[in-house]
Antibody, heavy 118, light 112 residues
Framework: EVQLVESGGGLVQPGRSLKLSCAAS????????MAWVRQAPKKGLEWVAT????????YYRDSVKGRFTISRDNAKSTLYLQMDSLRSEDTATYYC???????????WGQGTLVTVSS | DIVMTQGALPNPVPSGESVSITCRSS???????????LNWYLQRPGQSPQLLIY???TRASGVSDRFSGSGSGTDFTLKISGVEAEDVGVYYC?????????FGAGTKLELK
């Protein structure tokens, strides 16, 4: 059974940093591209970043480029999102997702809430 | 960026009725490999989203055959045949043709 378990969310002040983790199990982690998708309170889904299976290529939405870094440790089957210079508009539940060849999100974690506020 | 526009449902919907959710993209999602990179998700209240349909019309593993997807390069439909209580939630379409991946705003389904 595919499992994705996010951690690392919490309350953080504007301008500070936070690092999210996503522990994967139930599949060969190194075979799949992975992504982060977020959802602001009472809002829709918003793609944040994608990393291909070996970590050699990464993609970001414009609003987080230069502030967020997606990475992975295939030996630990873990996905990360380093978030720097956080803004109030980054407040959201962050989901880790395994991608499919159809460039969609096949499996999702339960999400971790990030609140950026002073 | 590709803009995804979803239609609304005439909520609440009577149980057992069939409904169609529409989604339109600002650019054709048909790729040179012959596949259309349009995916559908359901987010039930208080839960994470789940994949329903990929490549416009292929049901994901374990998804009921009451769900079906169809469309052209820019206009898409998710049909639910015989709505049940477990179908309540918000439905999202998403394009995977090019970055940034974009989602529609969501279509809420409520049951009468």
């Amino acid at each position: 059974e595919v499992q994705l378990v996010e951690s690392g969310g919490g309350l953080v002040q504007p301008g500070r940093s936070l690092k999210l983790s996503c522990a994967a199990s139930g599949f060969t982690f190194s075979d799949y591209a992975m992504a982060w998708v977020r959802q602001a309170p009472k809002k829709g889904l918003e793609w944040v970043a994608t990393i291909i299976y070996d970590g050699s290529s990464t993609y970001y939405r414009d609003s987080v480029k230069g502030r967020f870094t997606i990475s992975r440790d295939n030996a630990k089957s873990t996905l990360y999102l380093q978030m720097d210079s956080l803004r109030s508009e980054d407040t959201a539940t962050y989901y880790c997702a395994r991608m499919g060849s159809y460039m969609g999100f096949a499996y999702w974690g339960q999400g971790t809430l990030v609140t950026v506020s002073s | 960026d590709i803009v995804m526009t979803q239609g609304a449902l005439p909520n609440p919907v009577p149980s057992g009725e069939s409904v169609s959710i529409t989604c339109r993209s600002s650019k054709s999602l048909l790729y040179s490999d012959g596949k259309t990179y349009l995916n559908w998700y359901l987010q039930r209240p208080g839960q994470s989203p789940q994949l329903l349909i990929y490549w416009m019309s292929t049901r994901a593993s374990g998804v009921s055959d009451r769900f079906s997807g169809s469309g052209s390069g820019t206009d898409f439909t998710l049909k639910i045949s015989g709505v049940e209580a477990e179908d309540v939630g918000v439905y999202y379409c998403q394009q995977g043709l090019e970055f940034p991946d974009t989602f529609g705003a969501g279509t809420k389904l409520e049951l009468k």
